[in-house]
């Protein structure tokens, strides 16, 4: 079964400086329909003005993760890391007893594009902890790469819960497939392009929760780049 989350139904968050569409409920934007998928709870992009951004504040309890885009996302955090995160690096916060942080566009003329995902951990009161991921190559990507798994296996981050996270690149007239184990299911949002995915039709900015499908047969005529995520 596959259910789609069309981007235009979204809830949506807006200020001067900040442009925000939210799949899941999240601040001012509550849908009893949608409160997450499994153990994902957040996925927002957000798209941030020049030298602006979201000043210092606290998390807790919550596997946080920043994938940017477009642009670069400066960070800051209580533990002690600083630093630019470019487009195609992700990180990973784990806000466990409590962090506070701050992301901020440090642009003066470009706007900075990313998606922040908060995944439920596997169990609460962990100690905090930051990582961060970078494509092997700079910012050329393989057709597939795994950004975080819960084993930290073949170079992804570490997360603190079931969940494999895969970004997917299908070129023009391509195809690929994803097999299920067990009772697993996945989530698949669209950054880019086009996707077709066992019959369903997808576009930049949807989503769909999959369930109770074994193989998944994904194919794009004019290329895509999505996000697999494999749940347990």
Not at 110 to 118: G, N, S, T
Not at 201 to 211: F, P
Request: hydrophobic share 35%.
């Amino acid at each position: 079964m596959i259910t789609l989350r069309p981007a235009e139904e979204r809830g949506q968050g807006r200020q001067s400086w900040l442009e925000s569409r939210h799949s899941f409920s999240f601040a001012d934007y509550y849908d009893p329909r949608h409160m997450g998928f499994r153990s994902l709870r957040v996925i927002n992009q957000d798209i941030v003005q020049p030298n602006h951004g979201f000043p210092l504040h606290p998390h807790s309890d919550m596997e946080i993760l920043s994938l940017v885009l477009e642009g670069t996302l400066q960070h800051r955090d209580n533990m002690g890391n600083e630093g630019n995160i470019p487009a195609g690096a992700l990180q990973r916060m784990t806000a466990g007893t409590g962090i506070m942080h701050s992301e901020w566009n440090p642009s003066a003329d470009d706007v900075v594009h990313f998606l922040q995902i908060w995944l439920l951990p596997e169990r609460k009161g962990l100690d905090p902890g930051y990582e961060q991921w970078e494509p092997p190559s700079g910012n050329e990507l393989p057709g597939w790469s795994l950004l975080t798994s819960n084993d930290a296996r073949d170079g992804s981050v570490k997360v603190c819960q079931d969940v494999d996270l895969w970004r997917v690149l299908i070129q023009e007239s391509g195809q690929g497939s994803f097999t299920l184990r067990g009772q697993r299911a996945a989530w698949l949002q669209v950054i880019s392009g086009r996707l077709r995915v066992n019959g369903k039709q997808l576009s930049a900015g949807d989503g769909a929760a999959v369930e109770q499908e074994e193989t998944l047969i994904m194919t794009s005529d004019l290329g895509v780049d999505f996000l697999l995520f494999d749940l347990g």
